[in-house]
C-alpha cells in the first residue's frame, strides 16, 4: 500500500506545533509496518532546505487565477527520515522562511496543494491513498473528486486528519477564480458559513476523516468553531486515533539534547543532573521543585492565564517552587509574561522564541510540566514529559483526558485538573509541591509513567485499517 501524506509541516523540516511532529513520525511507522509512506510538504527557505541535498524529479508550470507559476518538486537525496520526503517548491510563494503568518496564506497553500495534485497527475500510477492534514491540504479531496483536470484521481482514496478545528483557512467567495476548474454544481461543498471554507470542504469530501484522539472528537460534536453540525452528520466516516511520539528521537536514554542521558535504573540521576544544568542557566534553587510550560504562547494553550497563575503561586508558596516557561506568540502573552518575570524578584523565568534543544533539557530536567490548555486535540507535550520521567499537569480536556490518569486515582500517573482557569491551576501546582515533596511517591509515579508504551505503532495500525476499510 502507497500512502501520500500531504501537509504543511513535517518534523524537522518545518514544524510549529503537534502537526509536525505527527506527520514527521507516522510515515516512519507505517514503514515499518510494511506500506510504502511518502510525505510533500513545502520547500520553505529555512535550516533545513539549506543543508539537506536533494533531486529534482519534477518540473512544471501552474496557474493560480490569472498569474502563472514555475515549480519543481525536491526529492530529499539520502532518505534520512526513513521515508521518502519530497518538497514543493513555488518561487515567490513558498519560498519564505517560516511557514505560516504571512499575508498571502491563502494563495500560498493554495498553489501549495494545486501543485502536488498536478504532480501527481502525471505519475505512471496513482497512489493507494492520499492523506491530507488539517486544512492547508483541505481542498485536495474536492478537487480529486470534482477538479476537471483531475478525473483520473477521482477514485483514489482520501483521508483527512484534524489536528485543530479552531483553523479552518476560510476566504471570500471573491477568489474562487484562483481555484482550479471543477463542477459548478458542488461549489456548495467549498461554502461553509457564507465562505469558501477548506476544512469544511474537505470533511464534506475526504472518503474519511480522523481527529487526533477520541476524546477530541467527542468534544468537536459540541465546539468545533462552527463545524459542529457539519462533523455530526459525517460521523459515520469518522474516528478518532490518538497520536504517538517518536521514541526514537525522544528517549532520554540516546537523547543528545539533554545534560546527562538515563533509563529507568538511573532516572533519580539522570534528571537530577539534567535539572542542575538547567537551574543554572536559569537562576533556580535546584532544591524545589521545578514546574515548566512549553508551547505556543496562545489562548487556546492556556497561555494568558500563565501570569497570573505564576504570580499568585509565587505569592502564596513563597521560596517552595520555580517556574520556567518556554514559547512565542501572542506578543501580549509574550509582553505580560515579561512583565511578570521583571515584577517577580525570585522563582520565575522564560526564553520566548522555539528552541527544540532546550525543550528536550526542560522536559528532563523538570519535575512537571503544566498544560492549562482550553482546546488540546492530542497533545503530545504530556506524552514526552511522561517519557522523560516528568509529572504532567493537564486540563482535562481532549487528548489531555485521554492520556493522563490522575495520581489520586488508582494507578495515576499525572495531575489533572478541570477547568481552564487560574484558581483551578494554582490548586495542581500546590498539590505538586506536596507529591515533590513525598520523595518515595514522587519516584514510584515517575516511574509508573515513564513504562507507558506511547510510541506511534498501534496508532499508525490503525490508520492502515482505516485506509484499508476504504478499499471494500
Not at 444 to 458: A, Q, V
Request: hydrophobic share 40%; net charge negative.
Amino acid at each position: 500500500m502507497e500512502i501520500l501524506h500531504v501537509s504543511a509541516e513535517c518534523y524537522p523540516v518545518a514544524k510549529v506545533g503537534g502537526l509536525g511532529d505527527v506527520v514527521g513520525a507516522l510515515p516512519k511507522y507505517q514503514y515499518e509496518l510494511g506500506a510504502i509512506a511518502k510525505v510533500v510538504v513545502p520547500a520553505y527557505r529555512n535550516k533545513y532546505y539549506d543543508t539537506h541535498e536533494f533531486d529534482v524529479v519534477h518540473q512544471a508550470g501552474m496557474w493560480l487565477g490569472h498569474d502563472w507559476y514555475h515549480f519543481n518538486v525536491l526529492k530529499e537525496r539520502n532518505n534520512e527520515l526513513g521515508f521518502d520526503l519530497y518538497l514543493v517548491d513555488i518561487p515567490g510563494l513558498l519560498d519564505t522562511p517560516g511557514v505560516y503568518g504571512y499575508p498571502n496564506d491563502t494563495e500560498r497553500f493554495l498553489a501549495f496543494q494545486i501543485a502536488v495534485l498536478d504532480w501527481i497527475n502525471e505519475w505512471n500510477h496513482l497512489p493507494d491513498v492520499i492523506h491530507c492534514h488539517d486544512h492547508h491540504t483541505g481542498l485536495i479531496p474536492f478537487l480529486m473528486s470534482y477538479g476537471y483536470k483531475y478525473e483520473r484521481m477521482k477514485e483514489v482514496p482520501s483521508v483527512l486528519t484534524i489536528h485543530n478545528a479552531q483553523y479552518q483557512g476560510q476566504f471570500g467567495w471573491d477568489r474562487l477564480y484562483l481555484i482550479p476548474s471543477f463542477d459548478l454544481w458542488k461549489s456548495g461543498l467549498l461554502d461553509w458559513g457564507g465562505a469558501i471554507n477548506p476544512l469544511a470542504a474537505a470533511i464534506k469530501c475526504a472518503w474519511r476523516v480522523t481527529t487526533v484522539s477520541p476524546g477530541y472528537l467527542e468534544e468537536l460534536y459540541q465546539n468545533a468553531n462552527g463545524l459542529e453540525w457539519l462533523i455530526s452528520h459525517e460521523k459515520a466516516k469518522t474516528v478518532g486515533i490518538i497520536n504517538g511520539i517518536d521514541t526514537a528521537v525522544w528517549d532520554p536514554e540516546t537523547d543528545h539534547m539533554v545534560q546527562a542521558n538515563y533509563d529507568l535504573e538511573t532516572v533519580a540521576q539522570g534528571k537530577k543532573e539534567n535539572k542542575q544544568a538547567l537551574c543554572e542557566r536559569f537562576g533556580f534553587d535546584v532544591s524545589l521543585p521545578l514546574v515548566s510550560f512549553i508551547g505556543r504562547l496562545v489562548g487556546d494553550k492556556g497561555a494568558d492565564l500563565l501570569p497570573e497563575i505564576i504570580a499568585r503561586t509565587l505569592h502564596e508558596l513563597p521560596g517552595e517552587v520555580n517556574f520556567l516557561v518556554l514559547g512565542s506568540g501572542d506578543p501580549h502573552v509574550e509582553w505580560s509574561l515579561q512583565q511578570t518575570r521583571h515584577d517577580v524578584s525570585y522563582g520565575f523565568n522564560l526564553h520566548i522564541g522555539y528552541n527544540e534543544a532546550l525543550s528536550h533539557l526542560i522536559y528532563a530536567g523538570s519535575d512537571f510540566l503544566l498544560m492549562p490548555s482550553r482546546v488540546e486535540p492530542c497533545g503530545l507535550n504530556q506524552l514526552y514529559a511522561l517519557r522523560y520521567g516528568t509529572v504532567p499537569m493537564v486540563r482535562s480536556t481532549g487528548g489531555l483526558k485521554d492520556t493522563v490518569t490522575d495520581f489520586g486515582d488508582p494507578g495515576g500517573f499525572g495531575i489533572r485538573f478541570n477547568q481552564a482557569g487560574v484558581w483551578d491551576a494554582c490548586y495542581s501546582v500546590k498539590r505538586a509541591v506536596e507529591l515533590f515533596n513525598d520523595t518515595a511517591h514522587l519516584s514510584e509515579i515517575r516511574l509508573r509513567g515513564m513504562r507507558l508504551n506511547h510510541s506511534w505503532g498501534r496508532s499508525a495500525q490503525q490508520y492502515l485499517d482505516v485506509y484499508k476499510s476504504m478499499k471494500g
